[in-house]
């Protein structure tokens, strides 16, 4: 294939600085964390309904839940990867985490420590928002030092070259370049975050936010889906992330929606 451009993939999945060899996929989730906690602690320090250490104290509890929760999700979900070979639940470094469970019980845990520190389900759900998806941003690059997780063949000049042993491994020929969908979703993230903090200034209803979070999101997620070429479960020619994507918007859209539209109908 001649091509006039492409992306190319790391060598190694593995970081070197100095005398330290880090794992890529956990230093890009991690700098993703930092991200994240640095400013939902900043937007709720500015509303006054906590402090960063209030924050970092919630992450201690929300991350390490996500990270559990996310595992769990594609555990159950890729059953078949791990049913003959259980050790392999726990080599996260490899990849695999889902972020639908990551999320459900990251959230969860955050809200549950969050009350304990007398700040509101509402609040922490608004200073969060922004702070989820400027995260997924960061850790999307995690999927291309593991060079995994790639859309499907492409002749752009932003195609995406990975290794011999993975193309193989797809079922293509050496050569073949792929949609890169890790940075497409790592740049629909960023531009998500940006747009949260300038809908922040309009929408005064508490919590809120996170529904325009949780909607903006699969919409864009259903798409990248759509592309992705790893081995999923499907059903009705739509991949099982797909349906979860369309649910949640759903779900989103209506509580979004349905309380304008009934406060509307109220006689005035």
Same mark, same amino acid.
């Given at each position: 294939?001649?091509?006039?451009?492409?992306?190319?993939?790391? !060598?190694?999945?593995?970081?070197?600085?100095?005398?330290?060899?880090?794992?890529?996929?956990?230093?890009?989730?991690?700098?993703?964390?930092?991200?994240?906690?640095?400013?939902?602690?900043?937007?709720?320090? @500015?509303?006054? =309904?906590?402090?960063?250490?209030?924050?970092?104290?919630?992450?201690?509890?929300? $991350?390490?839940?996500?990270?559990?929760?996310?595992?769990? +999700?594609?555990?159950?979900?890729?059953?078949?990867?791990?049913?003959?070979?259980?050790?392999?639940?726990?080599?996260?470094?490899?990849?695999? #985490?889902? /972020?639908?469970?990551? /999320?459900?019980?990251?959230?969860?845990?955050?809200?549950?420590?969050?009350?304990?520190?007398?700040?509101?389900?509402?609040? #922490?759900?608004?200073?969060?928002?922004? =702070?989820?998806?400027? =995260?997924?941003?960061? !850790? *999307?690059?995690?999927?291309?030092?593991?060079?995994?997780?790639?859309?499907?063949?492409?002749?752009?000049?932003?195609?995406?070259?990975?290794?011999?042993?993975?193309? @193989?491994?797809?079922? +293509?020929?050496?050569?073949? #370049?792929?949609?890169?969908?890790?940075? +497409?979703?790592?740049?629909?993230?960023?531009?998500?975050?940006?747009?949260? #903090?300038?809908? &922040? @200034?309009?929408?005064?209803?508490?919590?809120?936010?996170?529904? +325009?979070?949780?909607?903006?999101?699969?919409?864009? *997620?259903?798409?990248?889906?759509?592309?992705? /070429?790893?081995?999923?479960?499907? =059903?009705?020619?739509?991949?099982?992330?797909?349906? $979860?994507?369309?649910?949640?918007?759903?779900?989103?859209?209506?509580?979004?929606?349905?309380? *304008?539209?009934? @406060?509307? &109908?109220?006689?005035?």
């Amino acid at each position: 294939m001649n091509v006039l451009a492409f992306i190319p993939s790391p !060598g190694t999945g593995v970081l070197q600085l100095g005398p330290l060899k880090l794992n890529a996929y956990g230093a890009m989730i991690a700098l993703g964390v930092v991200a994240a906690v640095w400013l939902s602690g900043r937007r709720l320090e @500015k509303r006054g =309904a906590g402090t960063r250490e209030d924050m970092s104290a919630i992450a201690l509890w929300g $991350v390490p839940a996500g990270v559990i929760g996310g595992r769990l +999700y594609h555990v159950v979900t890729d059953w078949e990867l791990f049913s003959d070979h259980p050790e392999r639940i726990f080599q996260i470094w490899k990849g695999g #985490l889902g /972020i639908w469970g990551g /999320i459900f019980l990251g959230v969860i845990v955050g809200l549950w420590e969050g009350r304990r520190r007398g700040i509101s389900a509402s609040m #922490l759900l608004t200073c969060v928002a922004p =702070a989820l998806p400027l =995260a997924q941003s960061i !850790g *999307r690059w995690g999927n291309w030092f593991n060079q995994e997780l790639f859309g499907k063949p492409t002749t752009l000049p932003w195609g995406l070259e990975v290794s011999a042993f993975h193309t @193989k491994q797809a079922g +293509y020929p050496v050569g073949t #370049l792929f949609h890169p969908t890790f940075l +497409y979703e790592s740049l629909a993230c960023l531009a998500l975050c940006g747009l949260l #903090l300038l809908l &922040d @200034k309009a929408e005064k209803r508490p919590g809120y936010l996170f529904l +325009y979070y949780t909607a903006g999101y699969t919409l864009f *997620r259903f798409f990248i889906e759509g592309l992705r /070429i790893d081995p999923a479960h499907s =059903a009705g020619g739509l991949r099982l992330n797909q349906w $979860v994507s369309i649910v949640v918007f759903a779900v989103s859209v209506s509580m979004l929606v349905l309380p *304008r539209r009934a @406060k509307s &109908d109220l006689p005035a």
